[in-house]
Nanobody, 115 residues
Framework: QVQLVDSGGGLVQPGGSLRLSCAAS????????MGWYRQAPGKERELVASVTGIGSTNYADSVKGRFTISRDNAKNTVYLQMNSLQPEDTAVYYC?????????WGKGTQVTVSS
């Protein structure tokens, strides 16, 4: 069992930045593929970015060039740096940990982009 605590959301103006963090309880953190998903009202949850244990990354087309996912295996933490935020980025963002097609989820953190 892995417990995830995601944080760092808030209200930001268009063009602004936020950094999300997710702390994992597992001491085998490095073997999990970590990801950030988001869900906007009335929409399905979608993958934003993911990073494997060895640092390979994957991004949704809508965030490429604006968002950066990273992980610190020594701190059991994954980050999502979000720059040039737009209103369409407004959603609840969820941290995930995946291993062998089993997913663990954080409770989510709200990101609102509005002037």
């Amino acid at each position: 069992q892995v417990q995830l605590v995601d944080s760092g959301g808030g209200l930001v103006q268009p063009g602004g930045s936020l950094r999300l963090s997710c702390a994992a309880s597992s001491n085998i953190f490095r073997i999990f593929t970590m990801g950030w998903y988001r869900q906007a009202p009335g929409k399905e949850r979608e993958l934003v970015a993911s990073v494997t244990g060895i640092g390979s990354t994957n991004y949704a087309d809508s965030v490429k060039g604006r968002f950066t996912i990273s992980r610190d295996n020594a701190k059991n933490t994954v980050y999502l740096q979000m720059n040039s935020l737009q209103p369409e980025d407004t959603a609840v963002y969820y941290c995930s940990a995946k291993r062998a097609n089993v997913y663990y989820w954080g409770k989510g953190t709200q990101v609102t982009v509005s002037s």
